[in-house]
């Protein structure tokens, strides 16, 4: 009777039993050790300096240490990759982005990871507006300004980038299928060289993020022509959206927030979400991002999951329209 098969089977519904119950008291006393934050972008950029602010908060609220660790690359897909694959308990975590997260699976086309099926949104940190700057000597004032030199002149303006497939070019891009013009888009190897080069009067314009472009504009070294968020920026209130200016479809807000691995248990995901609302709440944090022209994010998995899905289904249509091919 020692080996009958009832014995069998009492044995491995214990072990299930135990291994459901240690399951749950991991949970429930998450985190218990250190979390790794992955950031998919360099060091000193837009997303590694918010990555490591909002972890400093939030490991004060979980009393746990988070390590910021970049892994750049590929647009972004190695890092975002490297969390998908990662195990899903929580103790890898990191930024999701505008690019890899709703823009490079249509780009790339061959990616090995699916922001549909291998990550789990935990909730949407901000939302930054661009804005469209010209040279200061530039004869161009108004978007109608930009909109009539294109159509007289098809293929000669010229917009720069930080590269094929970022916010820079979708903008762009959006905005030329909006309007019904042509112009040239001209690569750099960054944001920061596409903008002096158009401060040198080497291209025409460029969609710049807010608080790139802020410093510039104060110095009279940028004119700012529209901005594409719904509503004016109080950093630039006399600036029009392109809603104003009578192309509602340029509308773009690159955003990031935090996810996870798929598979991550929705407790955890729970307490990771509490944690990082949170965070956002603190006075400091909020008028660093405010002072950037950025829109505080927030809310539930489920909200930053819905933003991802419409926001993959809209630039997938920009992407294949523009005929967009990476690097």
Do not use: C
């Not at 979390?35 to 997303?47: E, L, Q, T």
């Amino acid at each position: 009777m020692s080996n009958s098969p009832f014995k069998m089977i009492f044995l491995s519904l214990a072990a299930i039993a135990s291994l459901a119950s240690a399951n749950a008291s991991a949970q429930a006393n998450y985190p218990s050790k250190p979390i790794n934050f992955i950031v998919p972008y360099g060091a000193g950029g837009g997303a590694d300096s918010r990555s490591r602010q909002i972890a400093q908060k939030m490991s004060v609220i979980l009393k746990q240490p988070i390590i910021v660790d970049n892994k750049p690359g590929a647009g972004g897909n190695i890092g975002t990759e490297f969390i998908s694959r990662a195990a899903p308990d929580g103790y890898t975590i990191g930024m999701g982005n505008f690019a890899p997260m709703a823009v490079n699976k249509t780009l790339f086309g061959n990616l090995r990871y699916d922001p549909e099926t291998d990550i789990t949104p935990i909730v949407l940190i901000e939302k930054g507006p661009l804005v469209l700057v010209v040279n200061p000597n530039s004869p161009y004032k108004t978007v109608a300004d930009i909109v009539t030199a294109a159509k007289a002149k098809p293929g000669v303006l010229t917009f720069s980038s930080g590269g094929i497939g970022g916010s820079h070019q979708l903008s762009a891009e959006l905005f030329k299928q909006s309007a019904g013009i042509d112009m040239i888009h001209v690569p750099y190897k960054s944001g920061s060289a596409g903008l002096t080069d158009l401060m040198a009067g080497n291209v025409t314009m460029m969609f710049d993020q807010m608080y790139s472009a802020m410093p510039s504009i104060k110095a009279d070294k940028l004119r700012p022509i529209a901005i594409t968020s719904k509503k004016r920026s109080p950093l630039l209130p006399n600036i029009p959206t392109f809603a104003e200016a009578g192309y509602p479809k340029v509308e773009v807000l690159n955003w990031q927030g935090l996810i996870a691995p798929k598979g991550t248990p929705k407790a955890i995901i729970d307490k990771l979400n509490a944690a990082a609302n949170e965070a956002l709440k603190d006075p400091q944090l909020r008028e660093l991002m405010l002072s950037q022209g950025n829109e505080i994010g927030g809310g539930t998995p489920a909200d930053f999951a819905a933003l991802i899905k419409s926001e993959s289904s809209k630039w997938s249509a920009v992407v294949k329209t523009a005929n967009i091919k990476p690097e």
